[in-house]
C-alpha cells in the first residue's frame, strides 16, 4: 500500500476468467508493444482509473483495460499481441 | 479439489463471516463460511464483490490466508486508504454479515505440500498472507523444509506474528526471521533493516538446493528481493513474485 496503487496481474485473475472462462493468470501474453512474453499474471494492473488499466511489466504499454458497464463490463485490448490458452486442462 | 474448477463460469457464492481476528492494528482475518466452496490451493485469491442498497458494486481481490477446510475460507485483510471495500471488511463487517465472493483464482502463485523441493518465502507487510497460507498447509501435510523472511515495519506490524512464532518453535523444518525496519524493542535479537542480499544470502537456501522461492509484498520489495535472489544464483524461473498481491482496496 504506502501509495502504491498497483497491484499483480493475479488480481485480474476473476475478470479474465468472465473473459476466457478458465484460469488465465497462468498463461502466457505478448506484448503488441515492445513484444515481451509474461504471464497474465505479472502485468501490472492499475485501479486508480474507473475500472482496471493492466500494463505491460516490461515497457508499460497498456495491454487491457477493464471498465464496468451498467450493463457488464466493457474489456479494451489495447496492446496485446496475443495469449496462450491451455486446453489441456 | 480446485480441479473442478479449472473450465467453465466463476460464480458468485454467499459467504458468511463466522470469526473475526484482529490481527495488528492496521489487518484483520475474517473467518468465512462459504457453501458450494469447491476448495482453493495455498498462494490463491478469491475476489469479494459489495452490492449498495442502490446498486452500486465493488469488487476486489484477496488472498486466502489458510489452506482448504471445507467450506471455509479465511482473508486477511489490511487497511488501505479510501478502499471501498477494505474499509467495510475492517471497520464494519461483523460475525453475521454475509456477502458475495467467488474463487479460488489464480494458477502461478500456488505452492502445495508435497513437491519435497525445499521452500523459501519472503513477505514484506502483508505479503505474508499468501505465503501463511502455504505455511499452514505444510504444518499440516508437509514434510519440505521451509525457510521464512518476514520483513515489517514494527513488531506490533506482523502478521499472524505468535503463529509464526510457534511454527518456529517447533523445530521440525520451519525456520522463520522477522526483520523491522523501522523500529524495533530495545534488545531486538532479529535483523533490523530492509531485507537485501546479504541477508537472503545468509538466511536463504544456497542455489545448489534448488529451492522454490515465492516473494509477496510492495512492488518495490518484490522487485528487489527478486533480483537478488537472481544476483545470488537462483533460477528466475524457480522464483514466484506476487506485487502486493490480491490484498488491496
New interface residues.
Partial sequence: MDGERHLDGNSLGGRLWDLFGREMTDEAGCCGACGAVALLGQLVVYRDAPGEVARCSSCGAVSIVVVPTPDGLRVTFESIRWVDVGVGG | MA?AA?????TWLVAEVVGLVEETPRARSLILNCPGWAGHRPGQ?I?VRLTAADGY?A???YSIATPADGERVTITV?R??NGEVSSYLIDEARVGDRFEL??P?????VWEPGRGQPLFLVAG??GIVPLMAMIRARLLTGSEEVRCVVSARSLEDVIYREELQRAAARRDGIAVTTTLTRSHPEGWPGPSRRVDREMLGELGWPPSERPLTFVCG???FVESVASALVGLGHEPERIR??????T??
Fill in positions: 480441479g479449472i473450465h467453465g463460469r466463476l485469491h475476489d458494486q469488487q476486489r481481490s489490511e488501505v486508504e467467488r474463487g483464482i489464480g494458477g502461478y502463485f507487510g502483508s510492495p512492488t518495490g513474485t506476487e506485487r502486493f498481491g490480491p488491496g482496496g
